[in-house]
């Protein structure tokens, strides 16, 4: 078990430190560890959440989504709003 810190979970995973950082907010990413402020990754979990993305073509279900939806535009709203009810 080697323990990693953000920059080198990043070298380690081909992963930006950027994407990693939103992972860890919004979900969707490796296991990690918190001590105080520091964020550590156990290289056996960043392996399980590789082997986790892996698909064997486009039409494979993904991972859980992270929560997170696309935001209809505003027209997209009002067109729905004017539609007559039931149809």
Known sequence: ??????E????YTKT?????NKLR???????FIKKGRRVQYDTADL????????RKSTADAGPASS????RRS???????ELEPAGS
């Not at 078990?1 to 953000?6: K, Q």
């Not at 930006?16 to 990693?20: G, H």
């Open 67 to 70: 929560g997170r939806r696309r």
């Open 8 to 11: 080198e979970a990043s070298a």
């Open 74 to 80: 505003r027209a997209s709203e009002r067109a729905q």
């Open 25 to 31: 907010l919004f979900g969707g990413g490796p296991v």
């Open 47 to 54: 392996d399980g959440w590789i082997q986790s993305l892996k």
């Open 16 to 20: 930006p430190v950027s994407t990693l």
């Open 1 to 6: 078990m080697a323990i990693l810190d953000v």
